[in-house]
Antibody, heavy 118, light 107 residues
Framework: QVQLVESGGGLVKPGGSLRLSCAAS????????MSWIRQAPGKGLEWLSY????????RYSDSVKGRFTISRDNAKRSLFLQMNSLRAEDTAIYYC???????????WGQGTLVTVSS | DIQMTQSPSSLSASLGDRVTITCQAS??????LDWHQQKPGKAPKLLIY???TLQTGVPSRFSGSGSGTQFTLTISNLQPEDIGTYYC?????????FGGGTKVELK
């Protein structure tokens, strides 16, 4: 069955960096677009970024453009999110998910919590 | 950006009730709409895609309808395991956007 398992979350100071990972299994990872989506505590869902199956097409939301970088390693069936210049408002659970524009978000990971605080 | 407006923001219903949640898009998204269920402390789970197609394994008491700008999620015969928050999401245009959520509680 499809599984997406995030890791790398934790407590970081404002201005700091963190790299999230998502390990995929149960499907041909290299065939699918992948996204990162976050949810601030007690709030709704916010899409952040997607990367195409080959990695050649990448898009970001305005809220993270220039600070976050999405990447993937198809050989290792892994998705990544490099987060720099972190702010308190980046505090959230970060989910990796399968899907993008014109593609349904059909599977989600369990999420990893990122807390930005001094 | 496409705004997704869900209503109501919360509802209370009895077991066996028929529950209806609506989602309005700020522009035509054809049928590029998902419905996700999120139980407390858990990740969202896809229920319906392409506005009306049931994801594999989802009970048939869930159904979706609509196209263009107006969409509906219906839960017929509400069950205890259906308690949670429901989100619509458009995937017609970037940025992908979500409705604000509808919290479903038992009366």
């Amino acid at each position: 069955q499809v599984q997406l398992v995030e890791s790398g979350g934790g407590l970081v100071k404002p201005g700091g960096s963190l790299r999230l990972s998502c390990a995929a299994s149960g499907f041909t990872f290299s065939d699918y677009y992948m996204s990162w989506i976050r949810q601030a505590p007690g709030k709704g869902l916010e899409w952040l970024s997607y990367i195409s199956s080959s990695g050649t097409s990448i898009r970001y939301s305005d809220s993270v453009k220039g600070r976050f970088t999405i990447s993937r390693d198809n050989a290792k069936r892994s998705l990544f999110l490099q987060m720099n210049s972190l702010r308190a408002e980046d505090t959230a659970i970060y989910y990796c998910a399968r899907g993008a524009d014109e593609l349904p978000t059909d599977y989600w990971g369990q999420g990893t919590l990122v807390t930005v605080s001094s | 950006d496409i705004q997704m407006t869900q209503s109501p923001s919360s509802l209370s219903a009895s077991l066996g009730d028929r529950v209806t949640i609506t989602c309005q898009a700020s522009q035509d998204i054809t049928n590029y709409l998902d419905w996700h269920q999120q139980k407390p402390g858990k990740a969202p789970k896809l229920l319906i895609y392409d506005a009306s197609t049931l994801q594999t394994g989802v009970p048939s008491r869930f159904s979706g309808s609509g196209s263009g700008t107006q969409f509906t999620l219906t839960i017929s015969n509400l069950q205890p395991e259906d308690i949670g928050t429901y989100y619509c999401q458009q995937y017609d245009n970037l940025p992908l956007t979500f409705g604000g959520g509808t919290k479903v509680e038992l009366k």
